[in-house]
Nanobody, 123 residues
Framework: QVQLVESGGGSVQAGGSLRLSCAAS????????MGWFRQAPGKEREGVAG???????SYADSVKGRFTISKDNAKNTLYLQMSNLTPEDSATYYC?????????????????WGQGTQVTVSS
């Protein structure tokens, strides 16, 4: 079955950087559309960035220019490089996968999810 395992979360000061990783298994990784989502306490889960099988990317307006999504098909790993972090970026970050399609950022379009990794940004 599809398994997604995130890592790389932690605590950082505002203006700092983190790189999240998501190791995938159980499916043909290169053909899937992948996404990063986040959820802060009391808020709905929101899309952050997506990448499709051809490498086409999409980003939420709030992270454009600061976050970069990428993937390594040989390692079956998805990445999210986050820079210039602000306290508003604090959340649990999840990676998700779906078969084919565009890198849309609607959580309901993704059937497979990791367990999440916590990111805390202090001011």
């Amino acid at each position: 079955q599809v398994q997604l395992v995130e890592s790389g979360g932690g605590s950082v000061q505002a203006g700092g950087s983190l790189r999240l990783s998501c190791a995938a298994s159980g499916y043909t990784y290169s053909t899937y559309c992948m996404g990063w989502f986040r959820q802060a306490p009391g808020k709905e889960r929101e899309g952050v960035a997506g990448i499709d099988s051809d490498g086409i990317t999409s980003y939420a307006d709030s992270v454009k220019g600061r976050f970069t999504i990428s993937k390594d098909n040989a390692k079956n790993t998805l990445y999210l490089q986050m820079s210039n972090l602000t306290p508003e970026d604090s959340a649990t970050y999840y990676c998700a996968a779906r078969s084919g399609g565009f890198p849309i950022l609607r959580p309901t379009e993704y059937p497979y999810w990791g367990q999440g990794t916590q990111v805390t940004v202090s001011s």
